[in-house]
């Protein structure tokens, strides 16, 4: 009840292709959900994040996408670049807690 | 702001030894976490705190302690060191009270790299 399920594990897209990571979730108390984005030797940075209030948040070129009665969101990166090259985690926050449930997180790989 | 420091960087311990990793922000955040990253496990949280004085566990506390006994500290102590905690340590930090757009960003240190052999 309390995971995040995130797939793939990693994923390669050709320069100016959409990237697309996806999340699914049980827990139904959850009421935040973050996408952090890591590069390597360095700690994760909040990327974008979006509430169950809203289907879709989009900030530049990524945009979270929300199925709340699929229990389910998804990362999406448009035109992806190489600098784009990172690990991505989504996560999860339970309202009543100060604790977020990180997903497995997803390697993406963009080649020029 | 410095954010979130960590030191070390690197360490290497043998088995049984201890050992503190120390985590300092300096953006006055009521709330700090440690976490642990193994590879394709993501972030798992060993302990946070809410504010100076209290602590409470995470999911894979076991083998660790803390203490908060300033805003600003949140040190990881490691007693008995196993092979079972070779991992990435991470601490981050957020605030008590933000705008509605930035309410639960944590920010995180750049991590200390430990082995245990």
């Known amino acids: 009840q309390q995971q995040v399920k995130q797939s793939p594990q990693s994923l390669i897209v050709q320069k100016g292709g959409i990237s697309i990571i996806n999340c699914a979730y049980e827990?139904?108390?959850?009421?935040?959900f973050p996408w952090y984005q890591q590069f390597p030797g360095k700690g994760p940075a909040l990327l974008i994040a979006i509430r169950p209030d809203v289907s879709e948040k989009k900030e530049g070129r990524f945009t979270i996408s929300f199925n709340k009665s699929a229990k389910q969101f998804s990362l999406h990166i448009m035109d992806s670049q190489p600098g784009d090259s990172a690990t991505y985690f989504c996560a999860a926050r339970k309202g009543d807690t100060d604790k977020l449930i990180f997903g497995t997180g997803t390697r993406l790989q963009v080649f020029p | 702001n410095a954010g979130v420091t960590q030191t070390p960087k690197f360490r290497i311990l043998k088995i049984g030894q201890s050992m503190t990793l120390q985590c300092t922000q300096d953006m006055n955040h009521n709330y700090m976490y440690w976490y642990r990253q193994d590879p394709g496990m993501g972030l798992k949280l060993i302990y946070y705190s809410v504010g100076a004085g209290i602590t409470d566990k995470g999911e894979v506390p076991n083998g660790y302690n803390v203490s908060r006994s300033t805003t600003e500290d949140f040190p990881l102590r490691l007693e008995l060191a196993a092979p079972s905690q070779t991992s990435v340590y991470f601490c981050?930090?957020?605030?008590?009270?933000?705008?509605?757009?930035?309410?639960?960003?944590?920010?995180f240190g750049p991590g200390t790299r430990l082995t245990v052999l």
């Open positions: 827990n139904t108390a959850f009421d935040y």
């Open positions: 981050a930090s957020r605030p008590l009270i933000s705008t509605k757009q930035d309410t639960d960003t944590q920010y």
